[in-house]
């Protein structure tokens, strides 16, 4: 009797942990399963490039000629179209906030959320405080790869948002100087 207990338990847990792994993945996604994948490999030797697929809305992190690493992203929304071409990161700051994007805050109160600098005026007594881009890394003007909102369609300003997950491992690969080349 006891073995055929201990047979009907080892089936029992051999048909829940493979369970309990897919109910991991499901839980905490694919991207999280990647990013495991990822820091266990490392990085492959190589030149670091990206490539920006503006269509499939994904950003790719290649080393050595293969790729290492995805993203899904968001681009610029229309008007503030995220151009096709060919770039280099020219800057890279972990902690950076807009120039730009932002809110006006007076006493720790909001007196102006979704700001711009250029078209609302400055309310009096107020301070401009950007909005976080953490992870940054800029490819022309004001536009680079950043953690930010993915709402599953083009909606930034012209940046390159994906998650904090992905942002934070892209910007440890990538160098001043890493090609990035934005597709349609």
């Known amino acids: 009797m006891f073995r055929a207990f201990r047979q009907k338990l080892f089936t029992f847990t051999t048909l829940i942990a493979p369970a309990g792994a897919l109910a991991a993945f499901l839980i905490t996604g694919c991207a999280e399963v990647e990013n495991t994948v990822y820091d266990i490999k490392g990085l492959p030797p190589g030149k670091v490039s990206l ?104 909606a930034s300003h012209g940046c390159i948002r994906m998650p904090g997950s992905k942002a934070r491992r892209f910007f440890a690969a990538v160098r001043l100087g890493t090609p990035v080349r934005v597709v349609k």
Do not use: C, W
């Open 51 to 154: 490539v920006v697929d503006l269509t499939a809305q994904e950003a790719y992190l290649y080393a050595g000629g293969q790729l290492a690493l995805k993203a899904t992203i968001s681009t610029g929304r229309e008007g503030y179209n995220t151009s096709p071409g060919r770039y280099k990161v020219i800057q890279k700051d972990e902690d950076h906030r807009s120039s730009i994007y932002g809110e006006y805050v007076k006493d720790g109160i909001v007196l102006k959320p979704d700001a711009n600098v250029y078209k609302d005026p400055k309310p009096k007594g107020a301070q401009f405080i950007g909005a976080p881009m953490p992870y940054f890394m800029r490819i022309y003007d004001g536009v680079g790869l950043h953690e930010g909102d993915l709402p599953g369609y083009p």
